[in-house]
């Protein structure tokens, strides 16, 4: 995960705040890092059937996909979307959020609940679940596909 702190380190040099709890980049990282690891793990089957040297029969030829195969342009992006959702979720659910689970159950649960995966802010009980889930719900729903590039790129369904 080195390369993913370099890249928010070259791209990203702020602290955002939401209300008076302030993100720093670091927590960025962690937050960004549980987005992108739930995006790859939930649409893993789609990226094997876009690459087309994977034999159907044989498991073990399945590529694992990592962060490392993002565009770096959709990773911006995924960074863009979580500033919007933090934005949107205000400060007294985001900090319960990170209080409870922590920054990156944070960016898992993003992602899971943005694309309607049966999984995210409500498995946990949050005093503040309608404010985190209508806030991810804001940003519309995104899949994944594999460019000709053999990069990951992020497609917006809404």
């Known amino acids: 995960m080195n390369s993913l702190r370099l890249y928010i380190r070259k791209i ?27 995006a790859i793990w939930t649409e893993e089957d789609q990226l094997n059937d876009d690459n087309s040297v994977i034999d159907d029969e044989n498991d073990s030829d399945l590529k694992k996909f990592t962060i ?15 500033k919007k959702f933090m934005e949107a979720a205000g400060k007294d659910a985001i900090s319960e959020a990170i209080d409870d689970n922590g ?3 944070l ?18 009980s949050y005093y503040h679940e309608s404010e985190l889930t209508e806030a ?23």
């Open 12 to 38: 990203i040099n702020e602290t955002i705040e939401v209300g008076a709890i302030k993100i720093t980049q670091e927590d960025l990282v962690e937050i960004l890092k549980g987005y992108l690891e739930a």
């Open 68 to 82: 490392e195969d993002l565009d770096d342009n959709s990773k911006l992006q995924a960074y863009s979307d979580i």
């Open 103 to 105: 920054l990156f159950q």
């Open 107 to 124: 960016g898992m649960d993003i992602w899971l609940t943005r694309n309607h995966h049966g999984a995210g802010f409500f498995d946990h």
């Open 136 to 158: 991810a719900h804001s940003l519309g729903e995104v899949d994944l596909y594999l460019g000709d590039d053999l990069k990951i790129y992020f497609s917006n369904v809404d």
